[in-house]
């Protein structure tokens, strides 16, 4: 069964940093471009970031690059976000997916990890 | 930027009848890269519909997609219990890379 485990999340303070990892079980990784994207009850869903199965490629959002670093271990089939610099509006459940090459979408998605940035 | 535009926010129906939603974009998504999914509360999004009209595995065939260019449309044939919930469009290629609309709630009348 193809399944996406996110980890990491929790409360931190403004200008901190949290890493969220993301296991993934049931398909061959290395060969799936992976992403990351959150959501708020305000600003919706919002696509944070996305790396290629090989890791040639990586691109953000405007609003978290040179903050946030997508990587990946293909080795243990998994998926990282550091996050750096982190803002109250970074407040969000972070999910991670698989992006299929079809469509240019996300076929799996994790349960989500729920990160607060709060003083 | 290219935003998503969906409406109505929401829909109020009863099961067994047709939803129809629409997702409206500020310029042309390039090649139909239009997806739609569904999320149930405390769920992460399912994906319903990718490439504007091609179901994903496992979906009813009471979900369809259509359009391109800048308008699109997610029905659904006879709304079913278990169909009650948010849906959002996403579209590719803009900048930022993917960008989603707001979502269309669709509730039981």
């Known amino acids: 069964e193809v399944h996406l485990l996110e980890s990491g999340g929790g409360l931190v303070q403004p200008g901190g940093s949290l890493r969220l990892s993301c296991a993934a079980s049931?398909?061959?990784?290395?060969?799936?471009?992976m992403g990351w994207v959150r959501q708020t009850p305000g600003k919706g869903l919002e696509w944070v970031s996305t790396?290629?199965?090989?890791?040639?490629?990586?691109s953000y959002v405007d609003s978290v690059k040179g903050r946030f670093i997508i990587s990946r271990d293909n080795s243990k089939n998994t998926l990282s976000l550091q996050m750096n610099s982190l803002r109250v509006e970074d407040t969000a459940v972070y999910y991670c997916?698989?992006?299929?090459?079809?469509?240019?979408?996300?076929?799996?998605w994790g349960q989500g990890t729920m990160v607060t940035v709060s003083s | 930027e290219i935003v998503l535009t969906q409406s109505p926010g929401t829909l109020s129906l009863s099961p067994g009848e047709r939803a129809t939603l629409s997702c409206r974009a500020s310029?042309?998504?390039?090649?139909?890269?239009l997806a739609w999914y569904q999320q149930k509360p405390g769920q992460a999004p399912r994906l319903l519909i990718y490439g504007a009209s091609s179901r994903a595995t496992g979906i009813p065939d009471r979900f369809s997609g259509s359009g391109s260019g800048t308008d699109f449309t997610l029905t659904i044939s006879r709304l079913e219990p278990e169909d009650f919930a948010v849906y959002y469009c996403q579209q590719y290629g803009g900048s930022p890379l993917y960008t989603f609309g707001q979502g269309t709630k669709v509730e039981i009348k």
């Open positions: 997916g698989r992006r299929v090459d079809q469509g240019r979408c996300f076929d799996i």
């Open positions: 790396i290629t199965g090989s890791s040639e490629y990586t």
């Open positions: 049931g398909f061959t990784f290395s060969n799936s471009a």
């Open positions: 310029q042309s998504v390039s090649n139909n890269y």
